[in-house]
């Protein structure tokens, strides 16, 4: 695996790398996790919540729920901008993105977000996780991966 983390800012300034390795038996790539979570942007910069709730077929309530916010806070726009709906969201498409390929698709990413539990992380879900403000630990986990290392 060739290649150094690089850093790029993204709008809740979370990291991203270039990175591309191996996840269990499959092959994913860290590359492009900015470029899927801008699918989601208005040109404002803004995560349109109705994009994503769209996109994996779910109602505002289910993603409230996954995002691990309050139902009124996808449905009041008001508090869809907010910083703390925003980052939630954001954390859970990067987290999504990164895995999507290996995974099989964008379906199969969501699927394996809400309900894999990572032994390494105490056997809680990345949804579990995100939803306490761990992210980064599940960055950190596929990041760890990304570089060969065990689960």
Partial sequence: MAGSPKAVKGTVGTRRSSRTGHLASGQF???GSGSFVMRFMDTGGIVD?????????MSKGQLA???GLG???VSKADRRTSPRAQTR??????????I???AGGEAQA??????????????????????????GAVRDYLDHLALGGFA
């Fill in 110 to 135: 969501m699927a394996w977000y809400r309900s894999q539990p990572i032994p390494a992380l105490d056997g809680r879900t990345p949804e579990a996780l995100v939803k306490s403000g761990k992210a």
């Fill in 29 to 31: 790539s860290l590359a």
């Fill in 71 to 73: 139902a009124a806070t």
């Fill in 89 to 98: 969201v954001t954390e859970m498409l990067e987290i999504i993105s990164r």
């Fill in 49 to 57: 919540v109705d994009r994503v709730a769209d996109a994996f077929h």
């Fill in 100 to 102: 999507r390929e290996w």
């Fill in 65 to 67: 729920e996954t995002a």
